[in-house]
């Protein structure tokens, strides 16, 4: 987790709160570095989810797949210089009306081991044209 | 004087976003999906066109609440269901600021607890665009100050 994507993200969602800008007003606030917003987990899980949708593999119709839905839960906040683990799970699949719903679940753990944050997506796709559905 | 009691409103948000604050979003988030910043694609799979990322309003509700806290750190979970696309217009004459989507964000201290010393509250957020939910089941837990 880099300062300046930090900085990036922070701007982009109109975050201006300094200890997601400024080092020592994130020190100062208690924190090791600069803070990212609670939504930036989002962008390092989700290429690794698109990873896991796009191989033949799993199965799923990526052209057409849709979010749905989105949570995050923090033991702490993400900060700069962090160095993330996640791991990824299928935590649920359904199908309703035509279409395919898939949860996945990114565990996130920082270099000591220690559960910093869980991201869970939720995916809609639908499960029409699908060779062999009857 | 904010507070933090339960049934405390939040102040409220009005966020107009345009095709530039998209086009950002997509660079700082690497989502470079084309119905982001292409009105041909976004066409062909059924919306008016270029759309906002889900996560980029999503990012304002979260904004909401930790602009209301002063501390983009409170937030212990956020959850929220993508229930309609926010179209956002294209520029006008060139110029980017003109129009935009209007967001309008409120929300509510639904309930406050303390667990192990320190107090939580749950926030249930509305977001509306164009006289519509746009984001369902838009809850926040968060550490309350004091």
């Given amino acids: 987790m880099s300062r300046e994507k930090i900085r990036e993200f922070a701007t982009a969602v109109g975050e201006r709160n300094p200890v997601c800008h400024d080092v020592s007003a994130a020190q100062a606030a208690g924190h090791p570095d600069l803070i990212a917003p609670p939504t930036f987990p989002v962008v390092f899980t989700m290429p690794r989810i698109e990873e896991m949708l796009r191989d033949p593999e799993l199965g799923w119709r990526f052209e057409g797949t849709v979010h749905g839905g989105q949570s995050i839960e923090f033991r702490r906040p993400v900060h700069a210089g962090d160095e993330l683990v996640c791991t990824i799970e299928i935590a649920g699949f359904s199908s309703r009306a035509g279409t395919n719903m898939l949860t996945l679940k990114c565990a996130c753990t920082d270099s000591a081991g220690e559960a910093v944050c869980e991201v869970e997506a939720l995916l809609l796709s639908p499960a029409a044209a699908e060779a062999g559905a009857s | ?146």
């Fill in chain 2, 1 to 146: 004087m904010t507070s933090f009691e339960q049934g405390a409103e939040l102040p409220p948000l009005r966020v107009t976003l345009t095709r530039t604050d998209v086009v950002r979003y997509a660079g700082a988030s690497g989502d470079f999906n084309p119905i982001h910043w292409s009105d041909r694609v976004a066409q062909q799979v059924g919306l008016p066109g270029v759309v906002a990322h889900g996560m980029l309003t999503m990012a304002h509700a979260g904004r909401l609440v930790t602009g209301w806290l002063g501390d983009p750190g409170a937030i212990r979970s956020f959850g929220v269901r993508f229930t309609r696309p926010v179209p956002v217009p294209d520029v006008v004459d060139g110029v980017d600021d003109a129009e935009g989507a209007v967001v309008e964000l409120s929300g509510t201290l639904k309930s406050v607890e303390t667990v192990d010393g320190v107090r939580t509250g749950k926030v249930d957020i509305k977001c509306v665009f164009d006289g519509k939910t746009v984001l369902g089941r838009a809850t926040a837990v968060v550490t309350l100050p004091g």
